[in-house]
């Protein structure tokens, strides 16, 4: 929230998640953003990641943590959704040709609210996410087609 005060134009953070976790509900309640910018979606089970993710603009991972397999992250790629994230081990593994992806120091307000102006440029001037055949092997936007072509791709190298 601290990050998106003075933000340029419309936006609306839709954050989603559990509020059942200690501090999570006093730290929601905690945002100071208007009640017509923020928006708590919940949790969602998996096969909805496609749904969670179409409409959206730009998806924002400001993890601290150091992730093993950002997989949100590759969703977003699959699914051509601009991502900002915050520059962990991990994720910063990604960053090599994925054009998707801008990455800010976690912890730091200013980086991630110059990351979202440059992610709202990027969203005016061009394609909001990367080219899906730069990161997968064919260009497929939707999460069951994507596994549904690397099943097809695994079989065709078995043979």
């Known amino acids: 929230a601290e990050a998106l005060a003075g933000l340029p134009g419309e936006f609306r953070l839709i954050v989603h998640g559990s509020l059942d976790d200690p501090g999570a509900r006093d730290y929601f309640n905690s945002l100071s953003l208007p009640a017509d910018r ?68 976690p912890g730091d307000p200013a980086a991630l609210r110059a990351a979202l102006v440059e992610g709202m440029e990027r969203l005016k001037t061009g394609p909001g996410g990367p080219s899906v055949a730069e990161t997968l092997l064919s260009p497929v936007a939707d999460i069951r087609e994507q596994a549904r072509s690397l099943s097809r791709e695994y079989e065709r190298m078995v043979k």
């Open 38 to 105: 923020l928006e708590f979606r919940g949790t969602f089970p998996f096969e909805q990641m496609n749904d969670a993710l179409a409409d959206i603009d730009i998806l924002i991972v400001p993890s601290t943590w150091e992730e093993n397999c950002p997989l949100i992250v590759k969703y977003a790629l699959a699914t051509r959704t601009l991502a900002v994230v915050s520059d962990q081990p991990g994720i910063v593994a990604e960053r090599e040709g994925k054009p998707g992806l801008i990455f800010f120091r």
